[in-house]
């Protein structure tokens, strides 16, 4: 399974961006997704996913309300809507996918068995 996420750049804060994250190869075999982010100097952090076996979407506290996780099964992608973005959004976002099935969704990236490259988000204040 390849993983590539794009649709990063720089945006204003309190605007709107969605990233996308394209899947491909035999992704037959994918049960969850999920997106992460790092800031510079910062850890790895959890933003939202989903599980497919628990039907179950989930979002950090820091972007609940803000930011919500969608997918096109025919397109064999999902996206990443980002509003309300904060100075504190900025930073290299990751999709991940997970190739357990899990009746919640992961929030840890150790969960995941892939993962691509990211996309670099900025937001000026």
């Known amino acids: 399974v390849q993983l590539q996420a794009f649709g990063g750049g720089l945006v204003q804060a309190w605007g709107s961006l969605t990233l996308t994250c394209a899947r491909s190869g035999h992704t037959g075999n994918i049960y969850g997704m999920g997106w992460f982010r790092q800031a510079p100097g910062k850890e790895l952090e959890f933003i939202g996913g989903f599980s497919v076996t628990g039907g179950k979407t989930d979002y950090a506290d820091s972007v609940r309300g803000r930011f919500a996780v969608s997918k096109d099964n025919s397109k064999n992608t999902i996206y990443l809507h980002m509003t309300s973005l904060k100075p504190e959004d900025a930073a290299v976002y990751y999709c991940?996918?997970?190739?357990?099935?899990?009746?919640?969704?992961?929030?840890?990236?150790?969960?995941?068995?892939?993962w691509g490259q990211g996309t670099l988000v900025t937001v000026s204040s």
């Open positions: 991940e996918a997970d190739r357990v099935r899990r009746l919640t969704v992961g929030r840890l990236s150790s969960s995941y068995d892939y």
